[in-house]
Nanobody, 124 residues
Framework: QVQLVESGGGLVQAGDSLRLSCAAS????????MGWFRQAPGKEREFVAA????????YYADSVKGRFTISRVNAKNTVYLQMNSLKPEDTAVYYC?????????????????WGQGTQVTVSS
């Protein structure tokens, strides 16, 4: 069992930056691939970024490539999402997710554990 708690969301202006954190508790965080997803009102949950258990591999949605960076510090049981050059269309609830795998899942159903989400609002 893994518990995930996101933090770092807030209200910012277009062009600003935010860093989201996801703290994991439970066993063997370093065995888990981690992902970030987001969900805007009335829309389906969409993939944002994923990082392999070692941190050696990452993958991004085209909509955030070049602006967002996913990273992890296994010694701190934490995964981060650095978001730069934020746009109003990035407004959503952001969720982190975990799955015990050496692959790099990109779909919500591929993840076993989810956090409660943190709201990010970008004003124009």
């Amino acid at each position: 069992q893994v518990q995930l708690v996101e933090s770092g969301g807030g209200l910012v202006q277009a062009g600003d930056s935010l860093r989201l954190s996801c703290a994991a508790s439970g066993r063997a965080f370093s065995n888990y691939a981690m992902g970030w997803f987001r969900q805007a009102p009335g829309k389906e949950r969409e993939f944002v970024a994923a990082i392999s258990w070692s941190g050696g591999n990452t993958y991004y949605a085209d909509s955030v490539k070049g602006r967002f960076t996913i990273s992890r510090v296994n010694a701190k049981n934490t995964v981060y999402l650095q978001m730069n050059s934020l746009k109003p269309e990035d407004t959503a609830v952001y969720y982190c997710a975990a799955r015990q795998t050496n692959l790099l899942p990109k779909r919500p159903y591929e993840y076993s554990y989810w956090g409660q989400g943190t709201q990010v609002t970008v004003s124009s």
